[in-house]
């Protein structure tokens, strides 16, 4: 299955990366993933949006415009094109003479997209939820940028794992903000409360589609600050990404989310999704 490397089409085997990469030295980068169902990427003008703020936040020029990343794709996801797909996107600054933090002149930027199958959701999850831990957030302050520099996530999400959690909730002076990997959402009293975007949390494609979702279903929607009391006695509490979708919490540190179980508010916003999934594909 080949991959688009600086301007080539290659196999996975033939894409080489220089050590001297500052993706690989420093994280000095940006990523994106885009969701794709049946060869039609989900929301890619908003992902690719996110992209050029991604880009924008660490002063990097944007190596292609939205128009230039279309056919490239088309073309990774049409090898398999009646499956559901996520497309990977990263951008670095690029090889540089010497290991200096300092950007160089003129950056030639390394741009990798790829397509991989996207795993169908294990019904367990829909049934039961899912298990949550809380954490400290150890990121740094500007997790609006969707940076390559992920090494507090990857060890908030393994310590998740060794917990036996499916992922980290992130608490910071007393906030819940987003997952480890994903936005957050609680339920209290009929209400759906997401944290406001700003530097603190990724803005998320898939928290917006919620959100608008949640209007058109009716339910009364805030853009607020949210405790980490809050969080514990909410009724509901879901994360959301792009690869998982919309997964209802049903247990935080070991203690049940309010039934204990997928809520209402939880089922209805789900069966908009997967519907706006379906009206996707067929598209
Ligand atoms: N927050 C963080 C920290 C994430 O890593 C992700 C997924 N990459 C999200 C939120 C969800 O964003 P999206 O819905 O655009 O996938």
Redesign the pocket.
């Known amino acids: 299955k080949e991959l688009y490397l600086n301007g080539a089409f290659v196999a996975p085997e033939q894409a080489m990366i220089s050590v001297m990469d500052r993706g690989f030295l420093f994280g000095d980068g940006v990523y994106e993933?885009i969701p794709a169902y049946a060869g039609r990427p989900l929301r890619e003008l908003e992902?690719l949006e996110?992209l050029q703020n991604s880009l924008q936040g660490i002063g990097l020029a944007p190596p292609l415009s939205p128009s230039q990343w279309s056919p490239i794709f088309r073309r990774l996801l049409s090898e398999t094109p009646t499956a559901d797909q996520a497309l990977y996107l990263q951008i670095t600054r690029g090889v540089a003479p010497s290991r200096d933090h300092r950007f160089p002149n003129a950056p030639v930027p390394t741009v990798l997209a790829m397509a991989k199958p996207m795993k169908q959701r294990d019904p367990a999850v829909a049934e039961r939820g899912v298990e949550a831990v809380t954490r400290d957030d150890i990121r740094w302050l500007r997790?609006d940028i969707?940076a390559t520099a992920l090494l507090a996530?990857v060890l908030l999400r393994q310590s998740a794992e060794e917990a036996g959690a499916e992922e980290a909730i992130l608490v910071r002076n007393g906030l819940a903000l987003?997952?480890?990997?994903?936005?957050l959402f609680i339920v209290r009293q009929g209400r759906l409360i997401t944290p406001p975007k700003g530097p603190l949390?990724?803005a998320?494609?898939?928290?917006d589609l919620v959100l608008e979702l949640a209007a058109v279903a009716k339910i009364p929607c805030e853009e607020r600050d949210i405790t980490a009391e809050e969080l514990r006695t909410a009724d509901e509490v879901w994360i959301?990404?792009?690869?998982r979708e919309v997964i209802p919490v049903t247990r935080l540190d070991g203690v049940p989310i309010g039934s204990g179980r997928p809520g209402p508010s939880w089922q209805r916003i789900d069966r908009c999704y997967q519907d706006f999934k379906a009206d996707l594909r067929r598209a």
């Open positions: 993933v992902h996110r997790c969707k996530a987003e997952g480890s990997t994903s936005n949390l990724l998320g494609i898939t928290r959301s990404s792009s690869t």
